[in-house]
């Protein structure tokens, strides 16, 4: 009995002792790890709106515990709290602290978990901030206890911290516009700027400082640090992304932000839209204006090039110096009132000793033309002017005034411009504007007209000049021959004569007046080498022997010779020398024939054999008109040009009334 009672005793005890196993082994199996976390941490641990500790490291935790078995217990605290938990050894590790140097001579760092960045947030208003040196001015909020102000520190001494309990009442002070700007991690950061709306307000500087949140243990803690570490290895990469993922709140596209934007927007877009408008208006106005100017541009300038050409032409025309005086200034006057425009009526005057004598006038009576205006009677002024009501202006002579007031036409305005070479004044334009018109000068008119009044007297000048120039030059030549004629008393009369019947011929050839010009002076000192021949020989009164009459040939000879020596006379003298020549061929000098000879020597041959023959020599009488007629016809062909001949017979018949 006693054995059967012990028996049941030892069946008791063995039980006890699985049951304390049991126990034991329970325990062991469901030990459970105390950590401290921030409480303030988001979003990595923070308590929710319902009180619940939430967050990436309380998920983190989760998985951690589910892949180990062991359990976890996360204790948040405020976070110098949470460290002082640790260090006074009331949980085993604490949760999402940085490695820092200082941390670890007493603490060590599992693996790193996740990638922060420390950075400065600024409010936007501030200039650009690009480094810790740049924050001094401002006092710069930061997380009491946080690794970034050991950090900021070793950067720059001078900073002024506020410290805040948390990050949360960083950013709100910051929303308060307490500090403007704060040290933060990018991920809590991002997260607390748009919980509060101030994404757009604060601007994320530079990066200071990159680390990782680590889980830490004591040194002296080695076997809960390999467990922990064991744990984090089972964690995929994967897995700790999509934790971030789930507690990164999205960045909402902030309605009363946006529609703000879109107000500024819309207010800039309006602000340029009335500015474009009113641009626009002025812009298409002025183009109007513009167009309008361009066109009446457009208008003088076709005014001002018909002008220019006008002008042009007439100045050709008026440097042509072989136009009579008068034509000349009719013509300037002509084109002054055309250049102008302004004035319809015009008189010019050229000045004399005491007076001025109306040459030309144009719209006025032609009767008015060759007035002489005495002093007194005129306005003689050395600038252009402009005068009113000219006619109205009280002159010497009645009989003057009353003479211009009849053969006037009523005049509003004249311009009176001095023609002057140098300072001597020759004449004056008188331009007149019409009683009715509505236009009036001014000083372009002016200006313009003086120009041209210039460029009429340089014309005017030369003209005068090169006339002076050719008369001296004429007259030099009328001496020799009349010197020639008193020489050979036989040819006295002969150039003359020769040069009249020479220019008659040629004028009706119509030849061009370069060309008679060049016929006339021929004719005139075609005889002139004759100055080389003795006189005796030249005055005898019997014919000529063969070698007195070939010692004579060489008249033309001499007469080209003697002219060659002036360049001007170089075409003369080669018409001279062929004076002689023969249609057949058996004149002098040089045998020429036909059209060989130049047509002004075949000119000049019929008109010096002409005047010959009907003009008494020592030797000989005179033909009559008949007779010399028929002598020409009789010869041409042989002596002369047969067509030259025709016509010159047709020319003296007429002139002499001989019918045909
Ligand atoms: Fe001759
Ligand atoms: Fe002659």
């Known amino acids: 009995m006693i054995h059967k009672k012990y028996k049941e005793k030892y069946k008791k005890i063995i039980f006890l002792l699985l049951l304390i196993l049991f126990v034991l082994s329970i325990s062991y199996s469901k030990e459970i790890l105390n950590i401290a976390i921030d409480r303030d941490y988001p979003p990595f641990s923070y308590i929710d709106e319902k009180g619940n500790l939430v967050g990436i490291s309380v998920d983190f935790w989760k998985i951690w515990s589910n892949k180990t078995g062991i359990e976890v217990k996360l204790i948040p605290e ?23 140097p200082e941390r670890e001579k007493y603490l060590i760092f599992s693996k790193p978990i996740f990638k922060i960045n420390s950075n400065i947030y600024y409010a936007s208003y501030l200039p650009k901030i690009k480094s810790l040196n740049d924050i001094s001015p401002y006092l710069v909020g930061v997380k009491e206890g946080d690794s970034s102000i050991e950090i900021a520190k070793s950067i720059n001494l001078n900073i002024r911290f506020k410290f805040y309990k948390n990050y949360s009442d960083i950013v709100i002070s910051a929303m308060k516009k307490e500090i403007n700007v704060f040290l933060m991690d990018d991920i809590p950061a991002q997260y607390y700027l748009i919980k509060y709306d101030l994404i757009y307000k604060f601007i994320q500087g530079p990066t200071f400082y990159t680390n990782y949140l680590h889980i830490a243990t004591l040194r002296k803690n080695e076997k809960i640090f390999t467990i922990i ?24 596209i902030h309605i009363e932000y946006i529609s703000r934007i879109i107000l500024y927007i819309l207010i800039i877009a309006l602000f340029i839209f009335l500015l474009l408008l009113i641009y626009n208006r002025s812009l298409s106005r002025r183009v109007k204006i513009a167009v309008s100017e361009l066109s009446k541009a457009q208008v003088t300038l076709k005014d001002e090039v018909e002008k220019f050409w006008y002008f042009f032409r007439g100045i050709t025309e008026i440097s042509s110096l072989t136009i ?14 055309k250049i102008l425009s302004k004035p319809e009526y015009g008189s010019i005057f050229l000045k004399e000793k005491d007076s001025i004598k109306l040459i030309k006038t144009i719209g006025h009576d032609k009767n008015l033309e060759g007035l002489i205006f005495n002093k007194g009677d005129y306005i003689g002024p050395d600038k252009s002017i402009i005068v009113k009501d000219i006619l109205s202006i009280e002159r010497k002579s009645k009989d003057l005034y009353m003479k211009l007031k009849t053969l006037s036409k009523p005049i509003k305005e004249s311009a009176i411009v001095p023609l002057k070479w140098y300072e001597n004044i020759w004449g004056y334009f008188c331009l007149d504007i019409p009683k009715e018109s509505n236009k009036f000068y001014d000083e372009g008119d002016l200006k313009l007209l003086e120009q041209f009044a210039n460029t009429i007297s340089v014309f005017y000048a030369i003209r005068n000049y090169i006339k002076e120039r050719e008369t001296y030059l004429s007259k030099l030549i009328i001496i020799l021959v009349k010197a020639l004629e008193y020489y050979d008393i036989y040819t006295q009369g002969h150039s003359e ?23 006339y002076w021929s004719a005139y000192v075609h005889d002139i080498g004759k100055i080389f021949i003795p006189q005796t020989l030249l005055n005898k009164p019997s014919k000529f022997s063969d070698d007195e009459y070939n010692f004579v040939k060489i008249h033309p ?9 002036v360049e001007e006379f170089k075409d003369i003298a080669k018409i001279i020398r062929h004076h002689h020549e023969r249609w057949d061929g058996k004149g002098y000098p040089d045998g020429l024939s036909g059209e060989d000879i130049p047509l002004e ?35 041409a062909g042989t002596q002369f040009d047969p067509k030259l001949a025709d016509i010159f017979i047709e020319i003296i018949k007429e002139e002499s009334g001989i019918s045909k």
């Not at 949470?82 to 490695?99: G, N, W």
């Not at 001499?558 to 060659?564: F, M, N, R, V």
């Open 497 to 519: 004569k020769v040069t009249k019947y020479a220019i008659k011929l040629a004028e009706r050839l119509n030849l061009p007046t370069d060309k008679i010009k060049k016929i």
């Open 78 to 100: 405020d976070w110098k709290r949470a460290q002082k938990l640790l260090m006074e050894e009331k949980v085993v590790a604490i949760d999402s602290i940085f490695k820092t």
């Open 229 to 252: 570490n064991e744990g984090i290895s089972k964690i995929s990469q994967e897995e700790i992304n999509q934790l971030i993922k789930r507690y990164m709140p999205e960045r909402e």
């Open 557 to 565: 000879i001499k007469s080209e010779e003697l002219l060659s020596e």
């Open 601 to 635: 020597s075949r000119i000049l041959a019929i008109a010096d054999a002409f005047e010959a023959m009907t003009s008494d020599r020592s030797y000989k009488k005179a033909l009559t008109i008949d007779e010399a007629i028929e002598e020409i016809k009789r010869c």
């Open 324 to 337: 009579h005086e008068e034509d000349f200034l009719y013509k300037a006057l002509d084109l002054a009132l």
